[in-house]
C-alpha cells in the first residue's frame, strides 16, 4: 500500500441501497415499501414528500465515505457503480456520483427484479485487470455471494482485494473470499443506524406511521450533525480543508495501529481525496502551518529526526 498502490473501485449500487434501507428500517423494509419508487426527501425539488421519502434519506449511501477509504489503499484509479439508473431513488444520487466523477453503468431489470449486475461487474472487472496491469488492488462494495469467484479470481491475479458490504446483507463467504473487510457502518466518517426491526412486521398504516416518525427523525438529525463542517465562522474554503483534513485522519487512523500518523501521509491521502488541495491556495506557507492552524481539531508531535506527526484531538 501507499503512493504506488492503484485501486479500482466496483459498486453494486442497488444491492447497497437495499441492504442499507432495510439494514436501517427492517429485513423486507425495501420491498414493501416500494421503495424504488421515491426519491429521497432531500431531492424532492419543493414537492411534498412522503414518509418513504424520508426513510430513504434516512439511509442515504455517502459515496464519499466509501471513495475515502478506497484512498487511504493508494490512487483511485477508476471507480464505476452499477444499477438501473432511471429508477427515482437512483436517480436521487445524481448530486454526488456527478461530484465524485462515478462511470455509470446502465443495467435495465431483464428479468423480474435481478439487473445482472453481478455478472457485469466481474466481467469489466477481470477485463479491466488484463487491461490495466498497474491495478493493485480491487475494492468490491457488494454483499452477495455471487461475487465470492470474482474476489477470488482477483487474488490469483495477485491482487489485494477490499470488500465493503452491509451488516445483515453480507455473505460470510464473500468476506473469507477477501483479503480485508469492512462493514459500511465502520468506514470512517459514517454514523451507525440502528437497524429498526420491528418495521419488518408492521403493517402499513396510520399508526404504524406514527410509530415510525420518532425513528425517522432521530436517524436525520445524526446524519445532520454528522456533515455539520466544524468552525461556523470559517470562509467555506477554509471549512472545506478543515473537513477534508479530518476526513484524511480518520481513513488513515483506521488503518494504523498508531494513534499518531506521519504528516506527509495525511497530506498524501488529502491530496487524493480532493486533487484541488493545495494549502498555499488557503494563504499557509507550509503544510505544517496549514496544519497548526487546525489546532482545535489535531495535534502535531514533532520527532527526534525532524519528522512531524498528526493526531485528532
Known sequence: MGDAARIAVYLDFDNIVISRYDNVHGVGSWRRDDAWKHPSAASANGGSSSEVDAKLESATIDLGAIIDYATGFGTVALTRAYADWSTPANAAYRRQLIDRAVDLVQLFAASGTKNGADIRLAVDAVEDLFQHDDISHVLIVAGDSDYVPLAQRCKRMGRYVV???????????????????????????????????????????????????????????????????????????????????????????????????????VKSTMQRMDPGFKEKSLGYSSFLAFVDSRSAQVETRQLDDGQTLVRPR
Not at 398504516?205 to 425517522?216: N, V
Not at 477534508?244 to 481513513?251: D, E, K, N, P, S
Open 163 to 265: 470488500g465493503v458490504g452491509v451488516t445483515g446483507s453480507t455473505s460470510s463467504a464473500l468476506v473469507a473470499a477477501c483479503d480485508e473487510f469492512t462493514d459500511y457502518a465502520r468506514l470512517p466518517g459514517i454514523t451507525p443506524a440502528s437497524p429498526r426491526k420491528q418495521a419488518a412486521t408492521r403493517a402499513t398504516s396510520e399508526k404504524a406511521t406514527s410509530e415510525k416518525a420518532p425513528a425517522k427523525r432521530t436517524a436525520t438529525k445524526k446524519t445532520t450533525a454528522k456533515t455539520t463542517p466544524p468552525p461556523t465562522d470559517e470562509p467555506p474554503e477554509q471549512s472545506a480543508a478543515t473537513s477534508l483534513l479530518l476526513r484524511a485522519v480518520r481513513v488513515l487512523g483506521q488503518k494504523s495501529d498508531d494513534e499518531w500518523l506521519h504528516m506527509g501521509g
